[in-house]
């Protein structure tokens, strides 16, 4: 049974840092391209970073270029989302995507607000 689990959200003041984490099981963890995605209230999903099955490119949205880092431990079946410089306008749900051109995996989401 395949299970992506995030963590690492929270509450954090703006220019504070967080570190996401997803959690993989129940497939090939390293022949899956993982990716990061948000959804702000009213909305759609957008896509923030994606990262490919050797963690050898990565891709990221203009509005976190310079402040968001993709990275993956295959050995450990695990992706993470380095945040720094985080906006209130970062405030969102984040979910982890696991892809393979033929399969597609979401997990559930982690929430990340950016206040004062």
């Known amino acids: 049974q395949v299970h992506l689990v995030e963590s690492g959200g929270g509450l954090v003041q703006p220019g504070g840092s967080l570190r996401l984490s997803c959690a993989a099981s129940?497939?090939?963890?390293?022949?899956?391209?993982m990716s990061w995605y948000r959804q702000a209230p009213g909305k759609e999903r957008e896509l923030v970073a994606a990262?490919?099955?050797?963690?050898?490119?990565?891709n990221y949205a203009d509005s976190v270029k310079g402040r968001f880092t993709a990275s993956r431990d295959n050995a450990k079946n695990t992706a993470y989302l380095q945040m720094n410089s985080l906006k209130p306008e970062d405030t969102a749900v984040y979910y982890c995507?696991?892809?393979?051109?033929?399969?597609?995996?979401w997990g559930q989401g982690t929430q990340v607000t950016v206040s004062s």
């Open positions: 995507h696991a892809a393979n051109g033929w399969f597609g995996y």
């Open positions: 129940g497939f090939t963890f390293s022949r899956y391209t």
């Open positions: 990262i490919t099955s050797t963690g050898g490119s990565t």
